[in-house]
């Protein structure tokens, strides 16, 4: 599948989940996390445990579709769970971050923008958990498109570590400081726990 570089979420009334639509059901969760695994085991151990819980709920994973890192814990874990994983990965990267060949679907894609753009069309909502700068990447655009009002999907960062504390610090200055509004704080929510993600999922 391919997309012009280029193309972003179509705005409002054309996007599901724009704002004054009726509720998204979470059915699928976009899942941004690290191609690496960090030095703390228990970024690898979450990420595991959201994938088991997709998998538990019925909840559609959809990934980046690497098989290395974060996002080959989740993935591994929501397929090992008989869950249903898409991955969606640049050609480019396909040997890089060597695309998970388990997943129920994986969609090449030409550019890091067509990814992104193709995996948030097919999410209900976004989660982000620990990871590196292409993480980062895709929570600030994801936030950004939120900020122009093109979706109101839920956006959520988890980690039970603490590793969101300064990314959340961050976005408070700025709106201190005047370069955001105050309500760029109500685009997304901090998750503390494995237990406060499920209580925001279906129950099976």
């Not at 990267?93 to 890091?112: F, I």
């Not at 005047?178 to 109500?186: E, K, Q, R, V």
């Not at 494995?194 to 279906?202: F, K, Q, S, T, V």
Request: proline letters at 8%; one cysteine or more.
């Amino acid at each position: 599948m391919t997309s012009h570089p280029l193309d972003t979420p179509t705005p409002d009334a054309q996007v599901p989940g724009a704002p004054g639509a009726p509720p998204r059901p979470i059915r699928s969760l976009l899942i941004f996390c690290g191609s690496r695994t960090g030095q703390d085991s228990r970024h690898a151990a979450l990420a595991a445990a959201v994938g088991r819980l997709l998998a538990q709920r019925g909840v559609t994973l959809i990934y980046g579709g690497g098989a290395l890192g974060l996002m080959g814990e989740v993935g591994r874990a929501c397929i090992a769970g008989q869950g249903a994983a898409q991955g969606v990965i640049p050609r480019f990267l396909k040997d890089r971050e060597v695309a998970e060949p388990l997943c129920t679907d994986m969609t090449v894609v030409d550019s890091l923008h067509s990814r992104k753009t193709v995996m948030f069309e097919r999410a209900d909502a976004v989660l982000a958990l620990p990871g590196g700068l292409g993480t980062l990447d895709e929570l600030v655009e994801i936030l950004s498109w939120r900020n122009l009002r093109l979706h109101d999907r839920p956006v959520w960062l988890l980690s039970d570590s603490g590793f969101w504390q300064p990314f959340t610090a961050l976005l408070h200055h700025m709106v201190a400081a005047g370069f955001s509004a105050p309500d760029t704080l109500s685009h997304l929510e901090s998750l503390e726990s494995i237990d406060a993600l499920a209580a925001r999922l279906p129950r099976p």
